[in-house]
C-alpha cells in the first residue's frame, strides 16, 4: 500500500477536527520520560571557612549543578539535557554554562551559554535551570565517550581580587554514530568536581555504574575522593573525605545525615559498605565530599558528588 506523505496525513488529521496528543515533556528532576534510563546527578563546589581549624579567608558558599544523566547508557542523534544551577549563600555572578566532549584525544566544547545571575546578594538559595541539545553525531568516534557539564561563577575575594569558582560533571555515554570506535581512556568515570581559583580542583568519584535498579541488603558502591584523580600538578591536595546519606546542608539548622565514612587526606578507590536494610524503603542519596584546605587563602576549596539511589528491602 502507498504511504501518504506526512504533510498530507496532518492535513487530513487536521481536517477531520482530531486532537493528536501533546508531546510528553521529561519531569527534569524525576528523570521519567526521557528516551534513556537516567538518574539525576549532582556535582558541587564549596568554598568556606572552618574557624575552629582557623580558615577565616572568606566564605563563599555553595554552588551545585545537576541533571538527568544517561550515565552509561547508548546515545545517538540529538540528546536533550535539563541543567538545573543552584546558589546557595553564594555572592557571585553566575557568567557560564558549557557542554563539553572528550574522546580519548580531543575535548571540545560543543554549546556555551553566557549568563549573568546572582542570588539575593549572597544570600539563601536560587534555582535556575537551562536546557541544552546536543547532537552526539559530533563526537569524532563511536564507543564510550565523556560528556561535561561546567559552569563558572565569578566572585570577589575580601580584598576584591576576582576568583571564580567552577563546579562541574563528567559522565560517559555509549555513542552510536557510526564512526570507528575510540573509548575515552582518561578516568573514564563519574566525577563531580569543585574549582576554585588557586587550590584548582578537589573531587569526588563513582567508579560504579549509577544503580538503575533498587538496592537491598548490603550494597558495595566504589568510590575514589581524590583531588583529580590525584596526581594532576597544580591541585591541592584532599585533605579531609566524607560520605554521608541523605545531609541536607541548606536546611537550618543544617542536617548532617547518616555517617558513612570520614577520614583525613584523600580516599583511594574503595568499596563502601552501606546495609540498606537500615534504611527506609524508597529514594535517597549517597553524599561523597573530598575537602583540600588552601592556607594560602584560608579557605577550604570541596568537590561533591551526590548519587541518587533507591532502597527496597521487602
Same mark, same amino acid.
Given at each position: 500500500?502507498?504511504?501518504l506523505?506526512?504533510?498530507?496525513l496532518?492535513?487530513?488529521?487536521? #481536517?477531520?477536527?482530531? =486532537?493528536? &496528543?501533546? *508531546?510528553?515533556?521529561?519531569? @527534569?528532576?524525576?528523570? #521519567? ?34 541533571a ?6 547508548? $546515545? ?7 541543567? @538545573? ?20 584525544? =580531543?575535548e =571540545? ?12 546578594? /549572597? ?13 552526539? %553525531? ?16 565569578? *566572585? @570577589?575575594?575580601?580584598?576584591?581580587a576576582?576568583e571564580?569558582?567552577? &563546579? ?16 575515552? #581512556?582518561?578516568y &573514564? ?16 568519584a ?10 537491598? +541488603? ?12 590525584? /596526581?594532576? #600538578? ?11 546519606? !541523605? ?15 570520614? +577520614?583525613? %587526606? ?9 546495609? =540498606?536494610?537500615?534504611?527506609?524503603? /524508597? ?9 583540600? !584546605? %588552601? ?8 568537590? $561533591?558528588?551526590?548519587? &541518587?539511589?533507591? $532502597?527496597?528491602?521487602?
Amino acid at each position: 500500500m502507498r504511504r501518504l506523505p506526512s504533510i498530507v496525513l496532518v492535513a487530513l488529521v487536521l #481536517a477531520s477536527g482530531i =486532537t493528536l &496528543p501533546a *508531546e510528553a515533556t521529561p519531569d @527534569r528532576l524525576s528523570c #521519567a520520560g526521557y528516551a534513556e534510563r537516567r538518574q539525576f546527578v549532582e556535582a558541587q563546589a564549596w568554598w568556606l571557612n572552618d574557624p575552629d581549624r582557623g580558615f577565616n579567608g572568606g566564605d563563599r558558599g555553595h554552588a551545585h549543578m545537576g541533571a538527568c544523566i544517561p550515565e552509561r547508557e547508548r $546515545v545517538s542523534g540529538t540528546v536533550p539535557f535539563d541543567v @538545573r544551577i543552584v546558589m546557595h549563600d553564594n555572592p557571585g555572578i553566575l557568567t557560564d554554562l558549557s557542554a563539553v566532549f572528550k574522546t580519548r584525544s =580531543t575535548e =571540545t566544547t560543543v554549546a556555551r551559554k553566557h549568563l549573568s545571575r546572582t542570588c539575593n546578594g /549572597g544570600f539563601g538559595t536560587c534555582t535556575f535551570w537551562y536546557h541544552f541539545a546536543l547532537d552526539v %553525531d559530533q563526537f569524532p568516534a563511536s564507543g564510550l565517550e565523556e560528556i561535561r557539564f561546567r559552569s563558572t561563577i565569578q *566572585e @570577589r575575594s575580601p580584598v576584591g581580587a576576582r576568583e571564580e569558582m567552577r &563546579p562541574s560533571v563528567n559522565f560517559q555515554v555509549w555513542v552510536a554514530n557510526d564512526k570507528p570506535r575510540s573509548d575515552v #581512556a582518561r578516568y &573514564p568515570y563519574l566525577r563531580g568536581k569543585g574549582w576554585y581559583t588557586g587550590p584548582g580542583y578537589c573531587e569526588a568519584a563513582f567508579l560504579d555504574k549509577v544503580p538503575d535498579r533498587p538496592r537491598s +541488603g548490603v550494597w558495595r558502591p566504589r568510590v575514589l575522593l581524590d583531588d583529580h584523580a590525584g /596526581g594532576t #600538578a597544580g591541585d591541592a591536595k584532599v585533605t579531609r573525605h566524607t560520605v554521608t546519606l !541523605d545531609p541536607d546542608f541548606h536546611a537550618v539548622p543544617e542536617d548532617p545525615g547518616r555517617l558513612v565514612l570520614r +577520614g583525613r %587526606d584523600g580516599l583511594p578507590a574503595t568499596a563502601l559498605r552501606i546495609d =540498606t536494610t537500615k534504611l527506609a524503603n /524508597g529514594t535517597h542519596k549517597l553524599h561523597l565530599r573530598s575537602d583540600c !584546605d %588552601d592556607p594560602t587563602k584560608g579557605s577550604i576549596n570541596s568537590g $561533591v558528588l551526590v548519587i &541518587p539511589f533507591t $532502597v527496597s528491602n521487602g
